[in-house]
């Protein structure tokens, strides 16, 4: 049978951009689910092999996002069933949680492009990465941290599960639109507006080869074959 990797978004943009194309690229029947539309937006447990669950304006420390708590359910089964997940920054918060990690607020939000320190870089390139983040997880009891910055802690993994603070799915397209609505807002800088944007190349990619490291480590790791 055909290996299934469910993808959770929050919103129009928290999308999986690159990843989805490198899990179909490996046989993997893909889905997308919208996890902010509550449990009508989940997939059922059983419908899936591989979770991955992206990032979230949300904080997963606010009582009053009336979605999160469906999805920390999904999660906890996941983990609970042996299913591998895959947390991307508000993902890696919630995951590890799950494990019995915790999640607090940053001294000072990392916004911009970040090189990290990696104690594998077979599986966790060290980059440079978009990071855009006001909260950090603190490791779950047992994980390796693998890794770090001068911020706050960039990866871990726990038995199949890898949570990483970046966002290693990003195009310029995602990232332009994150930038605009942070504009709108009033909420960011030119001058980092500027340097997210001037990160990516000519053809607007994000960073693809060092994500598909990612990726196929997180597949290698979880022992599931597409």
Do not use: Y
């Given at each position: 049978?055909?290996?299934?990797?469910?993808f959770?978004?929050?919103?129009?943009?928290?999308?999986?951009?690159?990843?989805t194309g490198?899990?179909?690229?490996?046989g993997?029947?893909?889905?997308?689910?919208?996890?902010?539309?509550?449990?009508a937006?989940?997939?059922?447990?059983?419908?899936?092999?591989?979770?991955?669950?992206?990032?979230?304006?949300?904080?997963?420390?606010?009582?009053?996002?009336?979605?999160?708590?469906?999805?920390?359910?999904?999660?906890?089964?996941s983990?609970?069933?042996?299913?591998?997940v895959?947390g991307?920054?508000?993902?890696?918060?919630l995951?590890a949680?799950?494990?019995?990690?915790?999640v607090?607020r940053?001294?000072?939000?990392?916004?911009?492009?970040?090189?990290?320190?990696?104690?594998?870089p077979?599986?966790?390139?060290p980059?440079?990465?978009v990071?855009?983040?006001?909260d950090?997880?603190?490791?779950?009891?047992?994980?390796?941290?693998?890794?770090?910055?001068?911020?706050?802690?960039?990866?871990?993994?726990?038995?199949?599960?890898?949570g990483?603070?970046?966002?290693?799915?990003v195009?310029?397209d995602?990232?332009?639109?994150?930038?605009?609505?942070?504009?709108?807002?009033?909420?960011?800088?030119?001058a980092?507006?500027?340097?997210?944007l001037g990160g990516?190349?000519?053809a607007?990619?994000g960073p693809?080869?060092?994500?598909?490291?990612l990726?196929d480590?997180?597949?290698?790791?979880?022992g599931?074959?597409g």
């Open positions: 049978m055909t290996a299934r990797v469910a959770l978004q929050h919103s129009e943009w928290d999308v999986p951009g690159m990843l490198m899990a179909e690229a490996r993997f029947v893909v889905g997308t689910f919208r996890a902010d539309r509550g449990a937006g989940l997939p059922a447990a059983g419908e899936f092999d591989l979770l991955v669950v992206m990032g979230s304006e949300a904080s997963v420390n606010d009582p009053m996002v009336p979605w999160i708590g469906d999805e920390r359910r999904l999660v906890v089964d983990v609970n069933a042996g299913r591998p895959l991307v920054c508000f993902g890696a918060q995951l949680q799950v494990l019995g990690g915790e607090t940053l001294r000072r939000r990392e916004i911009g492009w970040r090189l990290v320190d990696s104690d594998d077979d599986r966790i390139p980059g440079p990465w990071s855009w983040h006001e950090q997880f603190g490791p779950p009891p047992g994980a390796d941290v693998v890794a770090r910055s001068g911020s706050c802690l960039q990866a871990f993994e726990s038995g199949p599960h890898t990483v603070q970046f966002h290693p799915e195009d310029r995602i990232v332009g639109h994150w930038v605009a609505d942070a504009r709108a807002r009033g909420t960011i800088g030119h980092v507006a500027d340097e997210l990516f190349g000519p607007g990619n693809e080869e060092q994500t598909a490291r990726f480590g997180f597949v290698e790791r979880s599931v074959v």
